[in-house]
């Protein structure tokens, strides 16, 4: 099977459209990934390579709760906790606003998460 050419064959760069492809699953199989592991502990210390540290404790009904040793470290915990709760939200707004909802979810799905009355 021969591929086929696209415009000149020394350009061999990759175009937006594959760029864009790519991001859109690339994010589609973290969102798969981190919705298929087990729920969290109810405290979680998560410390990054570039020193970032946050401990996450949850309460009984799920609200996070974020001790950092400074502020950049609290926006740190901030966004691992949300991540952690909205990694599908996050995922499906993702490919709303890159215009790419239809191609992964189909034409017949609306745009809001909540069901729309026929009238």
Do not use: F, K
């Given at each position: 099977m021969e591929p086929v050419p696209r415009g000149d064959k020394s350009d061999t760069r990759p175009t937006s459209e594959d760029i864009v492809r790519r991001n859109t699953l690339l994010a589609l199989a973290v969102a798969v990934v981190l919705g298929s592991l087990?729920?969290?502990?109810?405290?979680?210390?998560?410390?990054?390579?570039?020193?970032?540290w946050a401990?996450?404790?949850?309460?009984?009904?799920?609200?996070?709760?974020?001790?950092?040793?400074?502020?950049?470290?609290?926006?740190f915990g901030t966004g691992y906790a949300f991540a952690?709760?909205?990694?599908?939200?996050?995922?499906?707004?993702?490919?709303?606003?890159?215009?790419q909802r239809s191609r992964f979810f189909g034409p017949d799905k609306s745009t809001s998460s909540r069901p729309t009355a026929s009238v």
């Open positions: 087990p729920a969290a502990p109810v405290a979680a210390s998560s410390r990054t390579s570039t020193g970032l401990e996450i404790r949850r309460t009984e009904y799920g609200i996070p709760h974020i001790l950092a040793h400074n502020w950049t470290g609290l926006g952690q709760d909205n990694i599908c939200t996050i995922a499906r707004d993702y490919v709303t606003v890159d215009a």
